[in-house]
């Protein structure tokens, strides 16, 4: 199994800034992208922003040029900096990781997995 752990959310005014971070952890043998996605009361979760092994990043368009996403390989870590806030980025963020995992035999498996959410809210 792989398990993430989200970081680094909270309440921001509008204009203000937030890093979330998202850490993997157990049997994994390689991570192919993380992203993070975020979610609103009656909504649909959305991506956000996403990166692959090899740094290609995707953005949604209502956040091109405010988030960033970063990943650090050694340790299996994603980051999310996100300037200029908005009362509309207001949300419960979750972090998303895939890619090939190990069972207890040793036997290659695919995981898609998920982590709790974190509380993002923009408001003054």
């Known amino acids: 199994q792989v398990q993430l752990v989200e970081s680094g959310g909270g309440l921001v005014q509008p204009g203000g800034s937030l890093r979330l971070s998202c850490a993997a952890s157990?049997?994994?043998?390689?991570?192919?992208?993380m992203g993070w996605y975020r979610q609103t009361p009656g909504k649909q979760r959305e991506l956000v922003a996403n990166?692959?092994?090899?740094?290609?990043?995707d953005y949604v368009d209502n956040v091109k040029g405010r988030f960033t996403i970063s990943r650090d390989h050694a340790k299996n870590t994603v980051h999310l900096q996100m300037n200029s806030l908005k009362p509309e980025d207001t949300a419960v963020y979750y972090c998303?990781?895939?890619?090939?995992?190990?069972?207890?035999?040793?036997?290659?498996?695919?995981?898609?997995?998920w982590g709790q959410g974190t509380q993002v809210t923009v408001s003054s």
């Open positions: 157990g049997s994994i043998f390689s991570i192919n992208g």
């Open positions: 990166i692959t092994s090899n740094g290609i990043t």
């Open positions: 998303n990781a895939w890619g090939l995992g190990f069972s207890a035999e040793g036997a290659g498996i695919e995981y898609d997995s």
